[in-house]
DNA sequence: GAACACAGCG
DNA sequence: ACGCTGTGTTCT
């Protein structure tokens, strides 16, 4: 049962009617930009607000500015609302209770048909929400979703609520805790991060347009030429892979490598042997021109009123790491980061942990030896060099601590001597052969004891259950059913409890102080900030301190270190 | 249109 | 060797 709304007389009745909870469940009907209606109720009542007839919301302002929200896909609705000056203190969303408990599909209906066992008629979605007269079939439909978020809300706030993280008891005491009575650490940092992703998103992330622009043309003019030289000199498409091949192997006699099917391969990986052939040396500075140029036009094309507005989804990844899209800001070459740049007046504030998931991974395991090490505030790279090396730490070379970094990065992601000797090479230059490998990989495990039990007992586990099931500090969940998967999960996924908690101590701290900062982008352990200039040290100084505080409250014995810097570009100096 | 390889980032 | 997205190529 629900009450149609479509007087102002009536509203204030309704938002009256529902100023006892602490929290209401909310959908909206949405006609391209505009709201059409708020489905909004409590656990009795349900009312269905027109704003195609209602004029002013200042009730509905005054009562969901003060209130928690409960919906499915919050983002969406939160970003119309935000338009009408609405915004919640606090959030629970369903699709993020399902993505954090491991479902298999996310959809209101999915929700649904497994917590509730029926299903839901989806044929009014995208019916006309902007017919001057709504049918009684519509008003029901947009109603019904209200409905199952009362009856969803607690079977998922129990099973949430038996997520157990060692680690994150203060976030207990949260509004959003208090709120919606969530008693896990990680689904109160899931749902009131909810807002940050949705905050994010309306940011944006400003780009230097005008030197996007210079670049592109020039970009464009020197590929037309060098494609033109090559075009007169040799008769060939050099980005066509299939004439490539035909003139490389008859008038230069390459010999090409084949691929996987039979046919020439003209792959970088291919070519970049022949270097010194002259067409090829060309064909390869082409491809890199016109990689860059495509990366730059990408930019252009999300690029509205100077800034680029990425799609993040709050759990991209199955570690509970956020990824984005359309463009993906996350993972912009390091040499065009400086296309970023503040609006005029504003600064960056650009702050990253350094080394956390070898951090995290000695907390997580307890390594007695690394605790200690990183306590010390010892260089681990150059320590685990001259443990597996048996020389002091003064005398590591470079190349040494290179070879170590490997192996360190090696112990994250489920370190294998073959592995280890592949990696050594193509990400750190240094070649090392398979029997150094395995006597390195065994000298790293005698050292750091913990980590040689933790690994034994993960492939002991996998043998016998064929999966893993654990959990990250916070207490995010995950099954691995991989050895490499088991040892990266719980550390990369505690990497992204901790980037989230950070934010959230930030955002409220800014909130608090009343700081104009923004948060315009988040790539894994990196936070970058956009604030008025006068007000730069000052955010620098708030976003350092909420990043050491969230590794206070999830790493207990290892010391958390955190860069900052200000700069107008997306740039460490 | 799906599957794969590759390149960018963490 | 872990996680992602975007593009281009090749096969179905």
Redesign the pocket.
């Known amino acids: 049962m629900f009450k149609y709304i479509t007087e102002q007389s009536q509203l204030e009745e309704a938002c009256g009617q529902l100023s006892q909870s602490p929290f209401l469940f909310l959908d909206t009907e949405t006609t391209g930009d505009k709201i059409r209606l708020i489905q909004l109720g409590d656990f009795e009542k349900i009312f269905v607000i027109d704003l195609f007839e209602v004029e002013d919301l200042t009730p509905l302002q005054k009562l969901i500015n003060t209130k928690g929200i409960v919906g499915h896909n919050l983002k969406f609705d939160l970003k119309y609302l935000a338009k009408y000056g609405i915004f919640p203190v606090a959030t629970f969303d369903t699709m993020i209770a399902s993505y954090l408990l491991g479902y298999e599909r996310h959809s209101l209906n999915h929700l649904v048909g497994s917590l509730l066992g029926y299903s839901l008629d989806k044929s009014y979605q995208l019916s006309d929400w902007g017919a001057s007269i709504l049918t009684q079939n519509q008003l029901e439909y947009a109603a019904k979703d209200v409905e199952v978020l009362r009856e969803l809300f607690p079977r998922l706030k129990e099973a949430l609520n038996n997520l157990k993280g060692k680690r994150g008891e203060e976030l207990l005491k949260t509004k959003t805790a208090k709120i919606f009575g969530l008693t896990s650490p990680v689904a109160i940092t899931e749902m009131a991060f909810v807002k940050e992703v949705t905050k994010l998103e309306m940011n944006g992330f400003p780009v230097d347009t005008e030197e996007l622009n210079r670049l592109e043309k020039e970009f464009k003019r020197e590929l037309q030429r060098k494609i033109q030289s090559f075009l007169i000199k040799y008769r060939v498409d050099p ?4 004439q490539l ?1 035909q003139l490389l192997t008859t008038r230069f006699k390459l010999n090409l490598p084949k ?5 020439v ?6 070519l ?1 042997q022949f270097s010194d052939v002259e067409p090829v040396k060309l064909v390869l500075e082409i491809r ?1 021109l ?2 860059y140029l ?2 730059l ?2 930019l252009k ?1 999300h690029t509205k009123n100077g800034r680029v507005y ?2 993040f ?1 709050q759990i ?4 509970g ?1 956020m ?6 800001i ?8 400086s296309l970023f740049k503040a609006e005029e007046g504003n600064l960056f504030v650009i702050a ?2 350094s080394q ?2 070898l951090r995290i991974a000695a907390e997580y395991v307890e390594d007695p030896l690394m605790l200690e090490a990183f306590s010390s505030g010892k260089d681990m790279h150059r320590y685990t060099a001259s443990l597996v090396l048996g020389k002091p730490e003064e005398e590591i070379t470079k190349e040494e601590r290179q070879l170590a970094k ?2 360190n ?8 001597a ?3 000797a ?3 090479k193509v ?1 750190y230059g240094v070649e090392i052969s398979l029997e150094e490998a395995e006597v390195f990989r065994q000298r790293f495990f005698k050292n750091f004891k913990a980590f040689k039990r933790w690994h034994d007992s993960v492939k002991k586990e996998l043998k016998e259950k064929k999966e893993v099931k654990g959990e990250t500090l916070l207490g995010r969940p995950y099954t ?1 059913t ?1 050895f ?2 088991a ?3 719980p550390i ?1 996924g505690t ?1 992204a409890d901790l980037l989230k908690l950070a934010v959230l101590l930030f955002d409220a701290e800014i909130t608090k102080r009343k700081i104009p900062a923004k948060v315009v982008n988040l ?4 936070i970058v900030v956009e604030t008025p200039e006068a007000y730069s040290e000052q955010t620098k100084e708030v976003l350092e301190r909420a990043m050491k505080t969230a590794g206070k409250i999830i790493l207990k014995r290892v010391p958390v270190e955190v860069e900052a810097t200000v700069n107008e570009r997306w740039i460490k100096d």
């Open positions: 980005l066509s892979p299939k091949a691929t996987a099917k039979g046919n391969s003209t792959d970088d990986k291919a970049t890199k016109k990689k495509d990366k036009e990408e094309k990425p799609e989804k991209g990844a199955v570690t790491r990824s984005s899209a359309n463009p993906n996350q993972n912009i070459p390091r040499d065009m980061r990253d942990f956390i998931e490997a192996i990065f090696g112990l994250i992601y489920g370190i294998s073959r592995g280890l592949e990696y050594a990400g691995a991989t490499t998967d040892v990266n999960y990369q990497g790539v894994h352990d990196e």
